[in-house]
């Protein structure tokens, strides 16, 4: 199975109006900013894009925005996760219309602490569309139990997993584990070089909307071996 994320993405941000009403016209001058960098994709309405404090019909309305506005350039992954699990199959449903590349999803609001609850929840999205499907692992929500072969072994198929979190530990057992199949994705911002040390493909993060091409210069330069570089 090829690998979707490499290199540098920014968490897009969600622009709004003073009376927090979507600007959906800022989002292509913002897309098309980013793309005068060496950005190799966008992570559309996770944290940063504030996806669970909008509506269905909002996040529907900026991923189409930003597919739109990315026109194929790079490949656009849209985080489906909300308050109920019906509520991330509805979008994740909605994402293949649009033309996303993929989908992921944070842990289910209600029982973020239960891996049984998770695989269901995961599942049930990964089943609404034909397009793959990325775990989205938060630190806050995730069972500090669950070893990394237990994770492997219960989780669904799934492509990838975008890790916000600085256990490195855990997440080299998972590089390690799946065999180097798992496409491994760093999610905090001040981890992103340790993170390719440990393995990963590459990094999804929120400074990466205002500084860029200080963090592909990274990716670069340790592409090239050069790691003193990329510290």
Not at 10 to 17: I, K, N, Q, Y
Not at 42 to 50: I, K, L, N, S
Not at 92 to 101: I, N, R
Not at 165 to 186: E, P, R
Request: charged share 15%.
């Amino acid at each position: 199975m090829s690998k979707l994320v490499y290199g540098i993405w920014p968490a897009l941000v969600t622009p709004f109006g003073d009376n927090l009403e979507l600007k959906i016209d800022a989002v292509t001058p913002l897309v098309h900013s980013l793309l005068e960098t060496d950005i190799s994709g966008f992570f559309v309405c996770g944290g940063t894009g504030e996806g669970r404090a909008m509506t269905v019909p909002e996040r529907k309305a900026i991923g189409e925005a930003a597919v739109r506005a990315v026109g194929g350039q790079v490949p656009v992954i849209l985080h489906v996760g909300g308050t109920t699990t019906e509520e991330s199959v509805a979008l994740a449903t909605h994402a293949p219309m649009v033309g996303a590349d993929a989908v992921a999803s944070v842990a289910p609001a209600n029982r973020p602490n239960d891996l049984a609850a998770a695989v269901r929840h995961y599942t049930a999205i990964g089943s609404a569309s034909d397009l793959p499907f990325y775990v989205y692992w938060l630190a806050s929500d995730a069972d500090r139990r669950v070893t990394a072969h237990r994770f492997l072994e219960a989780m669904p198929n799934f492509s990838g997993i975008k890790f916000t979190d600085t256990n490195f530990y855990l997440f080299q057992q998972l590089v390690d584990l799946s065999g180097g199949c798992l496409n491994a994705i760093t999610g905090p911002d001040e981890m992103c070089a340790a993170g390719m040390i440990m393995g990963s493909d590459g990094a999804i993060g929120s400074t990466y909307n205002i500084m860029p091409r200080i963090f592909c210069g990274m990716y670069q330069a340790f592409q090239e071996g050069r790691v003193s570089r990329t510290q």
